[in-house]
């Protein structure tokens, strides 16, 4: 048996300790998942912009219904030069309709408010 004093035995002890630190770190970077690429990040960011599908869904409405109530306040808009009311807010990038989620509400909040129906491709009132 090894007699060591006080001291020594502490340097060791620690020597120990960092070098089984290091030695486990390595095994558990080994261990690791495989990094993700770049493509497959998830940005945990809100959309601002739904297209008609999600809409419909977030709406509870059928994508039908959605492109309804689109196509009538469109067509009011455009035989009577002019819609009261806050519209379905949605813009057209090429084919491709794309609705903002904020305005949304807004729009929402409007058409109960107003009690707006929509019948056979038009809007009341």
Same mark, same amino acid.
């Given at each position: 048996?090894? /007699?060591? !004093?006080? *001291?020594?035995?502490? /340097?060791? %002890?620690? #020597?120990?300790? *960092?070098? !089984?630190?290091?030695?486990? #770190? &390595?095994?558990? *970077?080994?261990?690791? %998942?495989?990094?993700? @690429?770049?493509?497959?990040?998830?940005? $945990?960011?809100?959309?601002?912009?739904? $297209?008609?599908?999600?809409? %419909? @869904?977030?709406?509870?409405?059928?994508?039908?219904?959605?492109?309804? /109530?689109?196509?009538? =306040?469109?067509? +009011?808009?455009?035989? !009577? *030069?002019?819609?009261?009311?806050? &519209?379905?807010?949605?813009?057209?990038?090429?084919? +491709?309709?794309? /609705?903002?989620? $904020?305005?949304?509400? $807004?729009?929402?909040? =409007?058409? %109960?408010? =107003?009690?707006?129906?929509?019948?056979?491709?038009?809007?009341?009132?």
């Amino acid at each position: 048996m090894i /007699i060591i !004093s006080n *001291g020594k035995s502490m /340097i060791l %002890a620690s #020597c120990i300790l *960092g070098v !089984s630190f290091i030695v486990g #770190c &390595m095994f558990l *970077g080994k261990n690791e %998942a495989p990094k993700k @690429e770049q493509s497959d990040v998830t940005i $945990n960011m809100e959309k601002p912009l739904l $297209n008609v599908e999600e809409a %419909a @869904e977030y709406l509870q409405l059928s994508v039908t219904e959605v492109n309804i /109530i689109i196509n009538s =306040e469109k067509f +009011k808009l455009e035989n !009577s *030069g002019s819609f009261s009311g806050v &519209m379905f807010p949605y813009m057209k990038i090429g084919e +491709k309709v794309y /609705i903002s989620k $904020n305005e949304l509400m $807004n729009w929402i909040t =409007e058409t %109960a408010r =107003e009690r707006r129906e929509y019948i056979k491709g038009t809007v009341l009132p």
